[in-house]
């Protein structure tokens, strides 16, 4: 069974730059798998960030894009804020009706 | 504005069933498929089911084939998660979501669901 695989944890300074990547456990990510990265704090829904590799969600700042980095996909942070503290995952679509999460990444900003 | 509201969830006891219900507004709910997304307390995000815009089509994550059913009333403008044989694994909180294109964008608050002797 194909694993989506992300940094278990990450950490960025204030005003900082940070990539996320989200890979598979055997194979590539293309723009076909439709990488999505989420953003979600304790205690409330996820919030979509980008959809489609690289397509920011409404009222998602220009700070977060999405792109192909490589063989896996990618969530970049510019200019990273004290909010932006959160857990990170990504979804692929894996073809035949099937989404899988990845096991998300705890941003710290410090 | 999009707006999903999930219902249905509570306390039940290994082996019983429980149906989950979905109220969604704010957009044509008959043109878009619509997920099931779970997660247990303190851990990631699990994808569960979807049914296409028109019910034609259902996929579900392998360890809850044949016991999950998810449904959905376009008049109504309600998706459904019946879930039978529920199992103290099926702890979680259950979103219902909506896919755009080839992804899931839009996201309710989530119904608990407890299995539990």
């Known amino acids: 069974q194909t694993v989506v695989t992300q940094e278990p944890s990450f950490s960025v300074s204030p005003g900082g730059t940070v990539t996320l990547t989200c890979g598979l456990s055997?194979?590539?990510?293309?723009?076909?798998?439709?990488p999505t990265w989420y953003q979600q704090t304790p205690g409330q829904a996820p919030r979509t960030l980008i959809y489609s590799t690289n397509t920011r969600s409404s009222g998602v700042p220009d700070r977060f894009s999405g792109s192909i980095l490589g063989n896996k996909a990618a969530l970049t942070i510019t200019g990273a804020q004290a909010d932006d503290e959160s857990d990170y995952y990504c979804?692929?679509?894996?073809?035949?009706?099937?989404?899988?999460f990845g096991g998300g990444t705890k941003l710290t900003v410090l | 504005q999009v707006q999903l509201v999930e219902s249905g969830g509570g306390v039940v006891q290994p082996g019983r069933s429980l149906r989950l219900s979905c109220a969604a507004s704010?957009?044509?709910?008959?043109?878009?498929?619509m997920h099931w997304v779970r997660q247990a307390p303190g851990k990631g995000l699990e994808w569960v089911a979807l049914i296409y815009y028109d019910g034609s089509k259902k996929y579900y994550t392998d360890s809850v084939k044949g016991r999950f059913t998810i449904s959905r009333d376009n008049s109504k403008n309600t998706l459904y998660l019946q879930m039978n044989s529920l199992r103290a694994e099926d702890t979680a909180l259950y979103y219902c979501?909506?896919?755009?294109?080839?992804?899931?964008?839009?996201w309710g608050q989530g119904t608990l669901v407890t299995v539990s002797s």
């Open positions: 979804a692929l679509y894996m073809g035949s009706g099937i989404w899988v």
């Open positions: 055997s194979g590539s990510v293309s723009a076909t798998y439709y």
């Open positions: 979501a909506r896919l755009v294109g080839w992804s899931i964008v839009d």
């Open positions: 704010g957009f044509t709910f008959s043109n878009f498929g």
